[in-house]
């Protein structure tokens, strides 16, 4: 069974920082965009960052540019968002999603270019 396992979310203070990671079982991640996306409560479900398939391209949301850090290690069929300076907005469930893709230098933000999808991971950023 392909699917797609999000961790690391949890209750961080603002100003802090978190690493989420999104593994894959069931396949292989070398031939897939990987974007992770954000659902805040009572929000759409936006784009924050998406990583080419050799991780030779990545970009990020305006609104999380400078603060999110998309990589990956298709060794170990992984992908990582790390987190910093987190801001009260920026509580919402995290998911990941891989959509197949040969461009070297190319990730979607498009929803509908990704195929699988993780159940999510919840970030809450509090006092």
């Known amino acids: 069974q392909s699917q797609l396992v999000e961790s690391g979310g949890g209750l961080v203070q603002p100003g802090g920082s978190l690493s989420l990671s999104c593994e894959a079982s069931?396949?292989?991640?070398?031939?897939?965009?990987i974007g992770w996306f954000r659902q805040a409560p009572g929000k759409e479900r936006e784009a924050v960052s998406c990583?080419?398939?050799?991780?030779?391209?990545?970009t990020s949301a305006h609104s999380v540019k400078g603060r999110y850090t998309i990589s990956r290690d298709n060794a170990k069929n992984t992908v990582y968002l790390q987190i910093h300076g987190l801001k009260p907005d920026d509580t919402a469930i995290y998911y990941c999603?891989?959509?197949?893709?040969?461009?070297?230098?190319?990730?979607?933000?498009?929803?509908?270019?990704?195929?699988?999808w993780g159940q999510g991971t919840q970030v809450t950023v509090s006092a």
């Open positions: 990583i080419s398939s050799e991780g030779l391209y990545t």
């Open positions: 999603a891989a959509g197949t893709s040969s461009a070297r230098y190319y990730c979607s933000d498009n929803q509908a270019q990704y195929d699988y």
């Open positions: 069931g396949f292989t991640l070398d031939y897939y965009a």
